[in-house]
């Protein structure tokens, strides 16, 4: 690992919003990253998200977006640990997760897919795998909408209610104009 991307991650604290402003300048011109870096830099910049909304700034939900989509441009390599991520936090930074997943297009979409027959069990997980669908902007996100209303008669009314919203949204998002 370059030592530049060692010095980051050390001096990366991400309770502070200079500290991940400079982390987030700084990585946006390196350019030759490894995929070791890639997802080094990938975990400790996604410890902003579950900060992000308790640090009492209004900044920090800006730079969570901001660290989405820097995520995101790492490329698809980053979406297995993000994907794992986004289904063991909490509702609220899985949004962040979530939105990650959905700034990588098709290749987040498909891997959402392949792997929704693993959680249909496990309520919480699915609730976030639901609402990460909902953010999908693609037009191949439409091929979802069946399988989240298969999802919705649920005896757990969180997951049939966040069903109905990703319906909504997506239908609502991808409406003919």
């Given at each position: 690992m370059k030592d530049q991307?060692?010095?980051?991650?050390?001096?990366?604290?991400?309770?502070?919003?200079?500290?991940?402003?400079?982390?987030?300048?700084?990585?946006?011109?390196?350019?030759?990253?490894?995929?070791?870096?890639?997802?080094?830099?990938?975990?400790?910049?996604?410890?902003?998200?579950?900060?992000?909304?308790?640090?009492?700034?209004?900044?920090?939900?800006?730079?969570?977006?901001?660290?989405?989509?820097?995520?995101?441009?790492?490329?698809?390599?980053m979406i297995p640990f993000v994907f794992e991520e986004m289904v063991e936090c909490d509702s609220e930074t899985a949004v962040y997760f979530g939105q990650t997943l959905a700034r990588n297009g098709v290749d987040g979409l498909e891997y959402i897919i392949t792997k929704l027959g693993d959680y249909q069990t496990r309520e919480h997980d699915l609730i976030n795998l639901i609402q990460a669908l909902s953010y999908f902007k693609i037009p191949e996100a439409t091929k979802v909408i069946p399988v989240i209303l298969n999802m919705a008669p649920q005896s757990n009314h969180q997951v049939t209610s966040m069903a109905l919203y990703a319906v909504g949204r997506l239908v609502q998002t991808h409406q003919p104009s």
């Open positions: 991307v060692q010095q980051i991650i050390q001096n990366l604290d991400v309770r502070s919003e200079e500290s991940v402003t400079n982390a987030l300048d700084t990585v946006k011109v390196i350019t030759d990253l490894d995929l070791e870096e890639k997802l080094a830099l990938t975990k400790a910049l996604s410890e902003v998200f579950f900060l992000a909304h308790h640090t009492g700034s209004t900044a920090m939900p800006k730079l969570a977006v901001r660290t989405e989509k820097r995520i995101a441009k790492f490329g698809p390599e």
